[in-house]
């Protein structure tokens, strides 16, 4: 896991709430990436950012879901208003400076919409 | 349309026993190929790393290998262990024009139980 920290590790919420997924990468490592992963699907990027910048949102699904990266040590993936087809896994992972070095991932977060 | 195929999609084998896992892609502009083990309940954790200049990588008992002119790719583990069963996925990236913009494709993965 490599010291990428996801809170919380589960979450069960009704639908129609507000869901807030958070990330701490590792120090060091600027490209920061949230995924989310489904039986059906497999994994999927949703958004990538590059020292704090979001470079590509097109994997977001729709407006409902939000990300942010405030500082090099912390991004949050929102779900506002949530719903049942949401809950997946969601993971966070983090990669050096360029696009052939290591990706850690977290344990990720496994949400449930109900 | 970029696309990562793996086979099999499921394999059961016996402990001590190699065996090969299969990726196949569409992915253009090649940038890199990823293999990552996935256990139950964790994130993925990086196997190897390929760029188009590299044809074989090992990493322990795991070798990857890469023909970038037939966009094919296997893992080959050797003398599993019942640590090894996972799910194992083959990510493949490709690059495009513009500051840090590349697109990953991911496969579905094959799941691998090692059985005593």
Redesign the interface.
Known sequence: DAGVIQSPRHEVTEMGQEVTLRCKPISGHNSLFWYRQTMMRGLELLIYFNNNVPIDDSGMPEDRFSAKMPNASFSTLKIQPSEPRDSAVYFCAVRGPTRNTEAFFGQGTRLTVV | KNQVEQSPQSLIILEGKNCTLQCNYTVSPF??L?WYKQDTG?????LT?M?FSENTKSNGRYTATLDADTKQSSLHITASQLSDSASY?C?V?A?YSG??????T????TKLSVIP
Do not use: D, M
């Open positions: 940038s890199n990823r964790r994130g993925p954790v990086s790393i760029t996925i990510v990236s690059r500051a840090g913009s590349y697109q990953l991911f496969g579905k993965g």
